[in-house]
């Protein structure tokens, strides 16, 4: 059986689910996003690296095993071809949803409403690669905010942005869920994990919270 | 003090929440969505009706309190209200986020990255309320599928599928994180909460997954 167990934004889980898995072998997903050394620790988990993601699971996936995810355990590519595989081989799935950046994006201000698709941008942007740009400019044609979410091989929002140009009008959220937690209107630096949104033109209502989020230092 | 508390789909909280909420005065909203009655119970606290959420909270918010809210505290207009004009008046405000309907879309079988902007339908709809329509219609013609989230006051899917018309081609998503959770491809009857998809065009992937996912029961 596998079981794919979301962290959330606080790596934090309810006591049942601690419980639960307690029968599993354990490992932490420190491939989609960034997990502190304490969590692995706390979990009594093996960290699952790339290639135990995408190659090694294949190979032991009838065994007990539960995924620890940071964020929702469903949303990167990675998680999702371990559930469909597991699933069509016959081998019992369960899943525990948990908190997710994408659950975060109202703290700036912006409608959760007035967002369009979410776009990822791969480390390996410079290779000609610009759908993401294409994506973007389609949200923002249809009057949508766009939340960008970073490839994790970035280690730093300075090595996002040698590389990367998503104009200055945009907001930074960097880690969300943590003690040294950033959300700023406008680039900041950051190590992981970090996000951002292209806004499209804010309305009235946006206008006024963004302004009151700024003024009570809520926005950076 | 305000904290607004996301109970996700589980309506489960990390231990240290537990802990935390225990100094405040708990609510548990039941406007925005549908919470279990043994809920309540458990985190000893008051309903919180449409009145309370909407007038009440306005005039006590200078005392500690914790609002415990279904799903993720900050997506409903309603609680945005409420963090906003806590803000405002310069009253200390915290979140925490939880799971949210948002985060089950990938159960489906449609890639998350494919959704457009999510849509609610209130239920004065028959009232010539249109725009929930063009906004599903601007989401298809991007080719993106969209979330429709119906207003709580539908009490079940026939009372919906009475006043709003979705066509035949979408899933349904029932009860998420309950027991009797249902995921289905099509209209089938549950009470709340439900959710609806209406897909644009899968891609390949997309159709394989649904196909795994009927093949397997995984998809109703």
Known sequence: MIYLVGLGLYFELPDRIIREIREFERYVDIYTSYVPESIIDRYEAMPADREFLENGIFKVMD????????????????????????????IRVRVFHNSSII?????????????????????WVNMGIRSYLDNIEQNRRNGLHTLVLPDPMFRDTDEFFSKVDLGEEIFTLARVGYEDEIIAYGRVYSTKPFA?????????????????????????
Chains 1, 2 share one sequence.
């Open 103 to 123: 659950n975060a994006i109202s703290r700036t201000g912006l409608s959760p409403y007035r967002f369009g698709r979410v776009v990822s941008v791969a480390s």
């Open 196 to 220: 951002f949104i292209v806004p499209s033109e804010l309305n009235h209502y946006e206008r006024e919270f963004v302004d009151i989020l700024k003024k009570h230092s809520f926005l950076k």
């Open 63 to 90: 065994r007990n095993i539960a995924i620890l995810i940071p964020g929702d355990p469903l949303f990167a590519t990675t998680h999702s071809a371990i559930y469909f595989e597991a699933i069509r081989r016959g």
